[in-house]
């Protein structure tokens, strides 16, 4: 039997750009309970963002690189009968920016030899351009999804 819902607070939009999304990528980004230097990582990306696209608001590329990372389908290991199936579902709105907010971060934490602050814009900006390294790790997802589509069935 399990137990009750595990229940999730409110998040509290950050204070510099009033958004829930800048604050889970600022929560995501950070170690140790470091919360400051997590927000000066995450505006100094977005203010590179701004320097490097001459656009006015960096919120509304941070919004679409979201977007072109975010996985619309995903697999899950259903075990039926003794054998394991990777059955394609569905990813909650929710989940789907999670997953491209930790895809971006992952990815930027692996480039080498520049503060997360760059890694981390260029990450975003090619994410933006529909390019880069958790573009790729969502249409990998897709296509994982797309090839296991026979095992659809056994979603439950």
Same mark, same amino acid.
């Given at each position: %039997?399990? !137990?009750?819902?595990?229940?999730?607070?409110?998040?509290?939009? *950050?204070?510099?750009?009033? /958004?829930?999304?800048?604050?889970?990528?600022?929560?995501?980004?950070?170690?140790?309970?470091?919360?400051?230097? #997590?927000?000066?990582?995450?505006?100094?990306?977005? *203010?590179?963002?701004?320097?490097?696209?001459?656009?006015?608001?960096? %919120?509304?590329?941070? @919004?679409?690189?979201?977007? @072109? +990372?975010?996985?619309?389908?995903?697999?899950?290991? !259903?075990?039926?009968?003794?054998?394991?199936?990777?059955?394609?579902?569905? +990813?909650?709105?929710?989940?789907? +920016?999670?997953? #491209?907010? !930790?895809?971006?971060? *992952?990815? &930027?934490? @692996?480039?080498?030899?520049?503060? %997360?602050?760059?890694?981390? &814009?260029?990450?975003?900006?090619? #994410?933006?351009?529909?390019?880069? /390294?958790? +573009?790729?790790?969502?249409?990998?997802?897709?296509?994982?999804?797309?090839? @296991?589509? &026979?095992?659809?069935?056994?979603?439950?």
């Amino acid at each position: %039997m399990r !137990r009750r819902k595990a229940e999730t607070r409110p998040l509290i939009p *950050d204070l510099k750009y009033s /958004s829930k999304s800048v604050t889970r990528f600022i929560n995501m980004v950070m170690i140790k309970g470091k919360k400051t230097k #997590a927000e000066h990582i995450i505006y100094g990306a977005l *203010d590179i963002l701004i320097k490097k696209t001459g656009k006015k608001d960096p %919120m509304e590329i941070l @919004n679409k690189a979201i977007d @072109n +990372v975010r996985p619309l389908l995903e697999v899950k290991s !259903r075990r039926v009968g003794g054998a394991t199936y990777q059955v394609p579902l569905e +990813v909650k709105q929710d989940r789907g +920016v999670y997953l #491209a907010l !930790r895809w971006m971060r *992952d990815y &930027a934490r @692996n480039r080498k030899g520049r503060p %997360m602050g760059d890694k981390l &814009a260029d990450e975003i900006l090619e #994410a933006y351009k529909g390019e880069g /390294s958790a +573009v790729k790790k969502k249409e990998e997802t897709h296509k994982m999804a797309e090839s @296991n589509r &026979a095992f659809s069935h056994f979603r439950w």
